[in-house]
C-alpha cells in the first residue's frame, strides 16, 4: 500500500487565509446589501420602480426599505417627506378628467415647493392627460406630456433636474435615493374615517382561514371561524357536471385540493367522495343548509352564483341570506322576489346616471368592491357611505402588506367591512 504524505504546513496556513479571504468578502457583500451605500460621504438607499403598461399584463409597483407598494391604474406620485418616510398617491388619469386636473394642480405646487418625487404609470394613464399637456410641458415634463396610452412611464427628481423614461411595455429602474432628502411636508395626508365597531362589518371569505389554509369552503371552516367570531360567511357557489349546487371556489382548485384527477366538472357523487387536503369536509346544498339551521345567528353570502331565484329556493332561510350578483338583471330579478342581493364591482361601475337611485330603488343594501378600486373610487364610495350602503371590500391579503389589520386601521369607515380571510383581535367589539 502507497503511504501518502502529510499535508504541509504553508499549504493550510494558505488555505485557512484564504478561507478567512473568502468569509470576509462574503460578508462586505452582504452588508453593501442590506445597508446605504457610501459615496463621497454621502449615504444612499435605493428605490425599485416598476411601470407596467396595461400590455405588459403585471401590477406596477415600488420597493423602498421595508415598504413595498403594488399600484392601481393611473399616475402615482411618491413623495418624500424624508429619507425614511414616504407618502403616495395614485390619480386615475385614464378614467377621471377631475383627478387629471387635480393631478397638475398638486405637481405644480410640489415643483415650486423643490419637492422629492418619483412618479410612474401603471396600465393605461394617458387618456385624460390632454387637457393639461400644456401645463405639463410648463412645469418640465416633456415626455409625460406626450404619453400615449399604454406606456410605462417613470420620472424621479433625485439628481436636481426632472428625469424622464417612456417605454411602450414596461420599465424597471433603481434609483439611489441620498439620505439628506425630504422637505417634511405632507401633500397626501392621510384621512382617519371614524366608524362604530360592528361584527358584520366582517366576512369570512371562503368560510375563512382553517389552520392557514384559505379558500376551502368547508364545514370545518365554517366551524372553526364561527368559533372565533365571524357571523358572516362567505361561501362560493358551483354547479356539478349533473346540476347539483355545492360549495368550492373553482374546480380547477377544488381538484389541486382534493388530488382529484377525473374529468371536471365532477358529478355529486365524486365531488362528495373527495376531503379536501384530505381533512376537511366539502359541502353540498344538504351540508350548507344543515350547518346554518344548526347556526341561526349566522348569515350566508354568495359569490359566483348568479341565479337569485333558484338559489334564494334552495337556501333554507331567504331571511339570512345576501347574494352577491354579477349583472342588473340579475339584481333586479332579486328585488321584485325579496332577495337581499349585494351588487358586484362591474355591473355597479356599469351603470350609466345616477348609481346611488338605481341601488335605492332596488332596495340594494350591499356592494361588494376589490379594496384595489378604493383609490381611484374614493368619491363614489363617500356617497355610498352617505346612503347608508354597506361597502365590503376583498381582495384583502392580495397584495404584500395589505391584510385585514392593514384595512381595519386604514380603510374601515369609508368602506363599511371587508372579507377576511383571518380573524384579528381587533374585529373583537369593546364591552
Same mark, same amino acid.
Given at each position: 500500500?502507497?503511504?501518502?504524505? #502529510?499535508?504541509?504546513?504553508?499549504?493550510?496556513?494558505?488555505?485557512?487565509?484564504? $478561507?478567512?479571504?473568502?468569509?470576509?468578502?462574503?460578508?462586505?457583500?452582504?452588508?453593501?446589501?442590506? !445597508?446605504?451605500?457610501?459615496?463621497?460621504?454621502?449615504?444612499?438607499?435605493?428605490?425599485?420602480?416598476?411601470?407596467?403598461?396595461?400590455?405588459?399584463?403585471?401590477?406596477?409597483?415600488?420597493?423602498?426599505?421595508?415598504?413595498?407598494?403594488?399600484?392601481?391604474?393611473?399616475?402615482?406620485?411618491?413623495?418624500?417627506? %424624508?429619507?425614511?418616510?414616504?407618502?403616495?398617491?395614485?390619480? =386615475?388619469?385614464?378614467?377621471?378628467?377631475?383627478?387629471?386636473?387635480?393631478?397638475?394642480?398638486?405637481?405644480?405646487?410640489?415643483?415650486?415647493?423643490?419637492?422629492?418625487?418619483?412618479?410612474?404609470?401603471?396600465?393605461?394613464?394617458? +387618456?385624460?392627460?390632454?387637457?393639461? +399637456?400644456?401645463?405639463?410641458?410648463?412645469?418640465?415634463?416633456? $415626455?409625460?406630456?406626450?404619453?400615449?396610452?399604454?406606456? +410605462?412611464?417613470?420620472?424621479?427628481?433625485?439628481?436636481?433636474?426632472?428625469?424622464?423614461?417612456?417605454?411602450?411595455?414596461?420599465?424597471?429602474?433603481?434609483?439611489?435615493?441620498?439620505?439628506?432628502?425630504?422637505? $417634511?411636508?405632507?401633500?397626501?395626508?392621510?384621512?382617519?374615517?371614524?366608524?362604530?365597531?360592528?361584527?358584520?362589518?366582517?366576512?369570512?371569505?371562503?368560510?375563512?382561514?382553517?389552520?392557514?389554509?384559505?379558500?376551502?369552503?368547508?364545514? =370545518?371552516?365554517?366551524?372553526?371561524?364561527?368559533?372565533?367570531?365571524?357571523?358572516?360567511?362567505?361561501?362560493?357557489?358551483?354547479?356539478?357536471?349533473?346540476?347539483?349546487?355545492?360549495?368550492?371556489?373553482?374546480? %380547477?382548485?377544488?381538484?389541486?385540493?382534493?388530488?382529484?384527477?377525473?374529468?371536471? #366538472?365532477?358529478?355529486?357523487?365524486?365531488?362528495?367522495?373527495?376531503?379536501?387536503?384530505?381533512?376537511?369536509?366539502?359541502?353540498?346544498? %344538504?351540508?350548507?343548509?344543515?350547518?346554518?339551521?344548526?347556526?341561526?345567528?349566522?348569515?350566508? *353570502?354568495?359569490?359566483?352564483?348568479?341565479? #337569485?331565484?333558484?338559489?334564494?329556493?334552495?337556501?333554507? =332561510?331567504?331571511?339570512?341570506?345576501?347574494?352577491?350578483?354579477?349583472?342588473?338583471?340579475?339584481?333586479?330579478?332579486?328585488? !321584485?322576489?325579496?332577495? $337581499?342581493?349585494?351588487?358586484?364591482?362591474?355591473?355597479?361601475?356599469?351603470?350609466?346616471?345616477?348609481?346611488?337611485?338605481?341601488?335605492?330603488?332596488? %332596495?340594494?343594501?350591499?356592494?361588494?368592491?376589490?379594496?384595489?378600486?378604493?383609490?381611484?373610487?374614493?368619491?363614489?364610495?363617500?356617497?355610498?357611505?352617505?346612503?347608508?350602503?354597506?361597502?365590503?371590500?376583498?381582495? *384583502?391579503?392580495?397584495?404584500?402588506?395589505?391584510?385585514?389589520?392593514?384595512?381595519?386601521?386604514?380603510?374601515?369607515?369609508?368602506?363599511?367591512?371587508?372579507?377576511?380571510?383571518?380573524?384579528?383581535?381587533?374585529?373583537?367589539? #369593546?364591552?
Amino acid at each position: 500500500m502507497k503511504k501518502l504524505s #502529510p499535508t504541509p504546513i504553508n499549504f493550510i496556513r494558505f488555505t485557512l487565509v484564504l $478561507q478567512v479571504v473568502m468569509l470576509c468578502a462574503f460578508f462586505q457583500g452582504w452588508a453593501n446589501v442590506i !445597508e446605504p451605500s457610501q459615496k463621497e460621504g454621502i449615504s444612499f438607499v435605493t428605490l425599485e420602480l416598476n411601470s407596467h403598461s396595461f400590455n405588459a399584463k403585471k401590477r406596477s409597483s415600488f420597493n423602498y426599505l421595508s415598504q413595498q407598494e403594488h399600484l392601481e391604474r393611473g399616475l402615482t406620485i411618491i413623495h418624500f417627506i %424624508n429619507a425614511d418616510q414616504l407618502e403616495y398617491k395614485t390619480f =386615475d388619469t385614464y378614467g377621471s378628467k377631475d383627478e387629471a386636473q387635480e393631478f397638475i394642480t398638486v405637481l405644480g405646487t410640489m415643483i415650486a415647493d423643490d419637492a422629492n418625487m418619483a412618479i410612474l404609470a401603471h396600465d393605461s394613464a394617458a +387618456a385624460s392627460l390632454g387637457d393639461v +399637456a400644456k401645463a405639463l410641458q410648463d412645469l418640465g415634463f416633456v $415626455q409625460l406630456s406626450n404619453l400615449k396610452g399604454r406606456q +410605462a412611464y417613470i420620472m424621479h427628481n433625485f439628481n436636481a433636474t426632472i428625469t424622464e423614461e417612456i417605454h411602450d411595455t414596461s420599465i424597471v429602474k433603481t434609483v439611489e435615493i441620498p439620505s439628506g432628502i425630504g422637505n $417634511q411636508k405632507e401633500y397626501f395626508p392621510k384621512i382617519k374615517y371614524e366608524f362604530e365597531p360592528n361584527i358584520n362589518r366582517y366576512i369570512a371569505h371562503a368560510g375563512g382561514e382553517v389552520n392557514g389554509v384559505k379558500s376551502t369552503n368547508t364545514k =370545518d371552516a365554517l366551524d372553526q371561524n364561527y368559533k372565533r367570531g365571524f357571523r358572516l360567511f362567505e361561501l362560493d357557489i358551483i354547479t356539478t357536471s349533473d346540476g347539483h349546487l355545492v360549495a368550492a371556489h373553482d374546480w %380547477n382548485m377544488w381538484a389541486r385540493f382534493t388530488d382529484y384527477t377525473g374529468s371536471l #366538472p365532477p358529478t355529486h357523487e365524486q365531488f362528495m367522495k373527495q376531503k379536501i387536503y384530505g381533512d376537511y369536509t366539502t359541502m353540498d346544498m %344538504n351540508g350548507i343548509n344543515a350547518w346554518f339551521k344548526s347556526h341561526p345567528d349566522a348569515i350566508l *353570502v354568495t359569490d359566483k352564483v348568479n341565479d #337569485p331565484i333558484a338559489f334564494a329556493d334552495a337556501f333554507i =332561510d331567504k331571511d339570512r341570506l345576501i347574494m352577491e350578483l354579477f349583472s342588473v338583471m340579475s339584481v333586479e330579478k332579486a328585488s !321584485e322576489h325579496g332577495i $337581499q342581493a349585494m351588487i358586484s364591482q362591474e355591473p355597479l361601475l356599469a351603470i350609466k346616471g345616477d348609481k346611488i337611485n338605481f341601488l335605492k330603488v332596488n %332596495n340594494v343594501k350591499y356592494v361588494g368592491l376589490s379594496r384595489r378600486m378604493i383609490a381611484s373610487q374614493n368619491k363614489l364610495l363617500l356617497k355610498l357611505k352617505e346612503a347608508g350602503i354597506k361597502v365590503y371590500v376583498y381582495n *384583502v391579503n392580495f397584495d404584500p402588506g395589505k391584510d385585514e389589520q392593514y384595512v381595519q386601521d386604514n380603510e374601515l369607515g369609508l368602506v363599511y367591512g371587508m372579507y377576511a380571510d383571518k380573524w384579528i383581535t381587533d374585529m373583537k367589539i #369593546p364591552k
